[in-house]
């Protein structure tokens, strides 16, 4: 079922997740890479390939619904989000003024040259889009009292009967915000395993190039002893911290009491209460109250805490405790117990580590 489901996405099991060694025998990735999920079309992509696959995807939408899709243009791909603000609201004050005063022609005319167009709002990808699709026209028209021309934006005239319609566009544009891929957890299930420990991560979790990992990781082995012995507990924490803050994400796995191994990715700044989710949306009944130990048997009580700040990154092993009494009850309840707590459709695609 999972694998028809991925393959459905544009990525089989295999290419996501792979736990077998290497014809070399160099230990393989415990998952290839870190992928999103489109919001407009559903599609798995891989981290490097998101915006490209965002800008394709805005660009298909623009034959369904050309004012959304330049909507989301200016939303999405232009970084500055105070210019985005400043732009979308001077967009909003012409259309305002368009609504407010229909009669008058002037409001119906924007200059492109005008400064105030020009450092607000022509500087922002999606905006010329956007008034093409809400009506707008250019047109070269000449200058009162003058032999030269300049370019405008003009409202169509059949626009002035639809000015309802401009109001909408505008609280359309105002209410809306960037469109961001959903991080894809690339949810598994792993048969007991004694290496459930042991990670192997690709580059995409580390916000370093490959070659500054390289030489961190060779700083840091010259270091250690030599280190260890000078610096004091706050330094260490400190030095921790930054660390930290290496990491983009975060692959963490939950071992069960029966053994079985759920894993998913996240981001290394989400909050604890992200995997407690998770692992409530994997149960058979979700209702269970249950707790997460981290590494040396740390409980997981802080639903608020980022996982790099509880040193969750890059990976970690966590183990799942459940409630005894109530795990009683329903034991006592139930004339023939379920082999796992884990969803039936997750137990149909277990996967073996090694």
């Known amino acids: 079922m999972a694998e028809a489901a991925a393959s459905e996405k544009g990525l089989s099991e295999e290419e996501k997740v792979v736990t077998s060694p290497d014809e070399d025998g160099a230990a393989a990735l415990s998952v290839s890479g870190v992928y999103f999920i489109c919001p407009l079309t559903g ?41 985005v603000r400043v732009g979308v609201e001077t967009v909003a004050k012409y259309l305002d003024n368009i609504c407010f005063h229909p009669e008058e022609e002037k409001y119906r005319k924007i200059k492109l040259q005008n400064k105030v167009f020009q450092e607000r709002i022509s500087c922002l990808e999606g905006t010329q889009r956007f008034f093409q699709a809400v009506g707008f026209e250019t047109k070269t028209l000449p200058v009162p009292g003058q032999e030269t ?41 792993f048969q007991p395993s004694p290496e459930a420990a042991r990670f192997e991560l690709p580059n995409d979790f580390y916000n370093l190039t490959v070659e500054e990992i390289k030489r961190e990781q060779r700083l840091r082995t010259e ?35 029966d053994g079985y191994i759920l894993q998913g990715t996240f981001y290394a700044r989400e909050p604890v209460s992200a995997l407690y989710s998770f692992v409530r949306g994997a149960l058979r009944d979700d209702w269970l109250p249950f707790e997460l130990l981290g590494p040396g048997g740390l ?56």
């Open 43 to 83: 599609a798995v992509v891989r981290k490097d390939k998101k915006e490209k696959h965002l800008r394709e995807a805005i660009e298909s939408y623009f034959s369904i619904d050309p004012v959304a899709a330049s909507i989301m243009e200016i939303h999405t791909f232009n970084k500055d989000q105070e210019k």
């Open 149 to 189: 021309t300049e370019e405008y934006y003009v409202l169509k005239e059949e626009m002035l009967s639809r000015l309802e319609d401009l109001k909408a566009y505008k609280e359309q544009l105002l209410s809306s915000g960037p469109l961001r891929a959903q991080l894809d957890r690339q949810l598994c299930v």
């Open 223 to 257: 270091a250690v002893e030599k280190a260890s012995m000078l610096r004091t507990r706050a330094m260490r924490e400190k030095e921790e911290q930054r660390e930290m803050r290496k990491y983009n994400y975060t692959l963490l796995r939950v071992r069960f009491p």
């Open 299 to 354: 409980k997981l009580t802080d639903d608020n805490l980022a996982f790099n700040e509880c040193g969750l990154v890059p990976s970690a092993l966590l183990t799942l405790s459940w409630d005894a009494a109530v795990m009683a009850d329903v034991q006592a309840s139930r004339e023939e117990p379920p082999a796992s707590p884990l969803k039936p459709e997750l137990l149909c695609s277990v996967q073996t580590l090694s």
